[in-house]
C-alpha cells in the first residue's frame, strides 16, 4: 500500500507539470495528495486518507477573490451588479466541471468503488469540488503568483464562453422574481446540516424565506452551493407554476 500512495504521488506530479504548475517549488506532497481524495475513497481508507473539503473550503474563498481581482482589473467601466453577475457565473458548478474535465482532472480524482459505478467522474459536484480543492493546495503551498496563473489560465479564460452565452444563477433570477412581486430581496437561512466525526461540517442545508414565509429549500456541500440549489428548486417550482424571471 506504501508503494501504491508513492506512485499516487508521483502520477499527480507529472499530471500538475503538463498544467505548468510549478511543481519544482512543491514543498508539501501529503497536502498535494490530500488535494485529490473525494471523500468516498476517504471512506473506503479511513486508516490511510483524509478528504479535500478542507482544502475545497480553501480553494473556494481564493478562486472568488482572484476572479473579483481579474474582472475588476480587466473591466474597469463595469458595473458592480454586472461584475457581480460575470464572478457569479464563473465559479457555477457547471462551469467549474467543465473546466475539470478540460484539465482531465476527473481522471485523476481518488472515488470510492461506489462512485466509479455510479458515474463519479462526470458528477459536477465532485468535479467542481475537485477543482477548488485542487486551487486550494496550490495557494497553500505554491502561493499566490502560481494560483493566480492557473485561475487565469483555466477559469478566467471562460468568460469569452460566457460573455457569448451569459447566464445568471438561480439565486439572481429569484431575486429579480421576489423584487418584481414584493419589492424586497428573499433571505437566505444557512443551517449546518450534517456534520462528520472530527466536527466538520459535510453538507449544509439552505432556506429562502420571503416576508417571513420559506418559499425553498435544498443542500449543498457548503454554504454558497446549498444557496445556489435551493434558488433553483425554488425556480423551477416557480416556472412550473406559470412564474418567470425577468429579462
Request: hydrophobic share 40%; with cysteine; net charge negative.
Amino acid at each position: 500500500m506504501f508503494d501504491q500512495v508513492i506512485k499516487k504521488k508521483e502520477d499527480i506530479v507529472e499530471y500538475m507539470k503538463k498544467l505548468l504548475i510549478p511543481v519544482e517549488d512543491i514543498q508539501d506532497e501529503e497536502l498535494m495528495l490530500l488535494a485529490f481524495v473525494h471523500k468516498s475513497y476517504a471512506a473506503d481508507y479511513k486508516d490511510l486518507y483524509t478528504h479535500n473539503e478542507r482544502l475545497e473550503f480553501v480553494g473556494d474563498g481564493i478562486l472568488g477573490a482572484v476572479i473579483n481581482k481579474l474582472l475588476f482589473i480587466n473591466h474597469r467601466n463595469m458595473a458592480e451588479s454586472e461584475l457581480t453577475l460575470y464572478k457569479i457565473a464563473l465559479v457555477r458548478e457547471e462551469i467549474l466541471a467543465e473546466i475539470a474535465k478540460d484539465i482531465h482532472l476527473n481522471e485523476m480524482v481518488f472515488i470510492s468503488k461506489w462512485e466509479e459505478k455510479t458515474q463519479g467522474r462526470q458528477k459536477d459536484s465532485i468535479l467542481s469540488d475537485a477543482l477548488e480543492a485542487l486551487i486550494g493546495y496550490i495557494y497553500i503551498d505554491l502561493g499566490i503568483d502560481a494560483t493566480e496563473q492557473f485561475i487565469q489560465k483555466y477559469v478566467y479564460t471562460k468568460l469569452t464562453q460566457i460573455e457569448k452565452n451569459p447566464v445568471k444563477s438561480y439565486k439572481t433570477m429569484i431575486q429579480e422574481i421576489v423584487q418584481k412581486e414584493h419589492k424586497i430581496v428573499p433571505e437566505y437561512k444557512d443551517i449546518e446540516y450534517v456534520i462528520d466525526e472530527k466536527g466538520n461540517v459535510t453538507e449544509y442545508k439552505s432556506e429562502i424565506y420571503v416576508v417571513g414565509e420559506k418559499i425553498g429549500e435544498w443542500f449543498g456541500s457548503n454554504k454558497k452551493k446549498a444557496q445556489e440549489e435551493a434558488a433553483k428548486k425554488c425556480y423551477d417550482s416557480l416556472a412550473h407554476s406559470g412564474a418567470r424571471a425577468t429579462k
